[in-house]
């Protein structure tokens, strides 16, 4: 049974850092894509960053870019989302999601990008940042 499970959320004021994680449980994490994405209240889905197990590379959104990065831990089949300078407009639940890497692809987009192909979301984690 596939499982992702968020973590590392929390309340927080402008400035400060928090890192979340994503824990993969009932597929084989090396073949896998990783991608992290959030939603505020009132707004639209919004994909934030991207890791692929198989050449490491990583996408981000303009909105976070420079702030947060992505890494993982393949022993712990746990990705981390590192995310500093937090701003009140980061608030939002923030999601994780999983797809085979011979399913995924991502396309440049204008906001950064968007990943296509994914087939396993999580629980998310409220991510709060105060002004």
């Known amino acids: 049974d596939v499982q992702l499970q968020a973590s590392g959320g929390g309340l927080v004021q402008a400035g400060e850092s928090l890192r979340l994680s994503c824990t993969a449980s009932?597929?084989?994490?090396?073949?896998?894509?990783i991608g992290w994405f959030r939603q505020a209240p009132g707004k639209e889905r919004e994909e934030i960053s991207f890791?692929?197990?198989?050449?490491?590379?990583?996408y981000y959104a303009v909105s976070v870019k420079g702030r947060f990065t992505i890494s993982s831990d393949n022993a712990k089949n746990t990705v981390y989302l590192q995310m500093n300078s937090l701003k009140p407009e980061d608030t939002a639940v923030y999601y994780c999601?999983?797809?085979?890497?011979?399913?995924?692809?991502?396309?440049?987009?204008?906001?950064?990008?968007?990943?296509?192909?994914?087939?396993?979301w999580g629980k998310g984690t409220l991510v709060t940042v105060s002004s």
């Open positions: 890791w692929s197990s198989i050449d490491g590379s990583t």
């Open positions: 009932g597929f084989t994490f090396d073949d896998y894509a």
């Open positions: 999601e999983a797809g085979p890497f011979d399913k995924v692809m991502v396309s440049i987009e204008p906001t950064g990008f968007r990943s296509h192909g994914m087939e396993h």
